[in-house]
């Protein structure tokens, strides 16, 4: 459980982050970066494994680009399921869960050590 906490709060850093260097997502307040936050690594925990699995064929097919197409579903229902935030388009939620994954790592790296 504290392992969910530190990556939930990882990727609300990120999701902040996204929010100010992003044009395409809106936020209304504070409470749906942290819902979001809670959804997505609950999503990333369990969905995107299955999606991985599910998908593995055409990932081998496009030598892995498949992966950032299964990030952006995540992340499209992470939005989806969450009220007060939304995101433009699934083209830029391809191209933000790319940003929240560097994001995540770096973070990852200067807060865990």
Do not use: E, R, W
Request: glycine letters at 8%.
């Amino acid at each position: 459980m504290a392992d969910y906490l530190v990556t939930a709060a990882i990727t609300f850093c990120s999701l902040l982050v996204v929010d100010k260097l992003s044009k395409n997502v809106n936020f209304n307040g504070l409470g749906p970066v942290i819902f979001l936050a809670l959804i997505l690594t609950l999503l990333q925990n369990t969905v995107q494994p299955v999606l991985m699995f599910l998908g593995f064929p055409i990932s081998v097919l496009t030598l892995g680009l498949f992966t950032f197409i299964i990030n952006g579903i995540v992340l499209s229902l992470a939005f989806a399921l969450t009220s007060g935030a939304h995101i433009k388009t699934f083209g830029s939620a391809v191209f933000l869960s790319i940003i929240i994954s560097i994001l995540n790592s770096l973070f990852t790296g200067l807060f865990l050590k």
